[in-house]
């Protein structure tokens, strides 16, 4: 039903484009706290300090993308036959009451990404969410109440 390599390809094109925005991000940071007077030029002035600490949180959040994009490059493309969820599963859920199709990449590192591909939205969800310990072990044409929802699993790759 979709193509599992080419969600996955968006999916790591997405991630390392998130990567080279964290390291614009970090650069112009680190450039403002190299800028900034210290306390020993103004004792009311934090700038330096604050930037330094929001540059620590920015090489966190590059550390995290790419764990999480090494993560997404080793799940294959070619799972032929793959009947049940598991991490690395591309799963379409339908809202039985909508009619609402949602697809998901099940990810071990990361999530909350979103793509959209030919009209289809597309969101990875890590395997420590709620949603997966609810579809985890299903197959296609299982039916689950889920926040609130009657879904049902249309697909798994």
Known sequence: MFNKKEILEAFIKAGEEKIRQLKISLKRTQQTARESPGSNVSHSDTMKFQ?????????KRILEAHEALISLKKISPYDAGREIVTEGSIVGLKNTDTDEVIVYLIVIRGGGEFIEINKQKILSISITTPLFSAIRGKKKGD???FNGKNLEIISVQ
């Open 51 to 59: 930037s330094s600490n929001l540059a620590l949180g920015i090489q």
């Open 143 to 145: 039916k689950l109440f």
